[in-house]
């Protein structure tokens, strides 16, 4: 069975520092894995998404990446901001989900950013 | 664009009366997917629509828990009759194929007293 699993549960930093954070999963077989940014009472926001076949993905100041043999991704935020506080989850797509779409969600990393 | 749409925002219940949560996805997108999020945790599939059928209803509890799709458009989960255990957050996502990125909607937040 399919786990994934996200540390730290919360993190605190001060304005400007590069942060990472850090997801794992148990089973390799995936398709891809997705990173969201979740804000408080509001629904999930797509930020990355890393196909199986890929090592990493970038937007702007976010950079994930994707090591599918260790069952670890990280990502990377460069000089972060207040704005960026919000809780990061990561979710993988499990191989043979392809017709399913389904995807596994870790328990999130909630961040802030203070200023 | 309008993004997927879901309402009501909160709900606040007692215990054993039925809820009705209903969600209008992003126009064009025939993949429609439930999605139950415990405070702390990530989301859980509960349903997925293709168009209107339930292509994957495996982890919905049936004894409380239908949800329909009648005309492959909006969708409505009910419960019935809900319990303490119930209370959380009910997202709604859809995307263009089950391959392509999940759009989510802002969630319905459910107390149950």
């Known amino acids: 069975k399919q786990e994934v699993t996200q540390i730290p549960a919360a993190l605190s930093v001060p304005e400007g520092e590069n942060l990472v954070l850090n997801c794992s999963f148990t089973d390799s077989a995936i398709y891809n894995l997705q990173w969201f940014r979740q804000d408080p009472g509001k629904g999930l926001t797509s930020l990355l998404l890393?196909?199986?076949?890929?090592r990493e993905q970038t937007s702007g100041r976010l950079n994930a990446s994707l090591d599918k043999s260790s069952g670890r991704s990280t990502l990377y935020i460069a000089a972060s901001q207040p704005g960026d506080s919000a809780t990061y989850l990561c979710?993988?797509?499990?191989?043979?989900?392809?017709?399913?779409?389904?995807?596994?969600f870790g328990q999130g990393t909630t961040l802030q950013v203070k200023p | 664009e309008a993004g997927v749409v879901q309402s009501p925002r909160y709900k606040i219940i007692e215990k054993k009366q039925p809820v009705a949560f209903w969600c209008n996805p992003i126009s064009g997108h025939n993949t429609l997917y439930w999605y139950l999020q415990n405070l702390g945790q990530g989301p859980e599939l509960l349903i997925r629509y293709e168009n209107e059928e339930a292509v994957d209803d495996s982890q919905l509890p049936k004894d409380r828990f239908s949800a329909e799709r009648l005309k492959g458009v909006d969708s409505t989960l009910k419960i019935q009759p809900a319990e303490l255990g119930d209370s959380a957050v009910y997202l709604c996502a859809s995307s263009s194929g089950t391959a392509e990125t999940q759009y989510f909607g802002p969630g319905t937040r459910l107390l149950v007293l």
């Open positions: 890393i196909q199986s076949s890929q």
């Open positions: 979710a993988v797509r499990p191989y043979g989900s392809g017709n399913t779409g389904k995807l596994i």
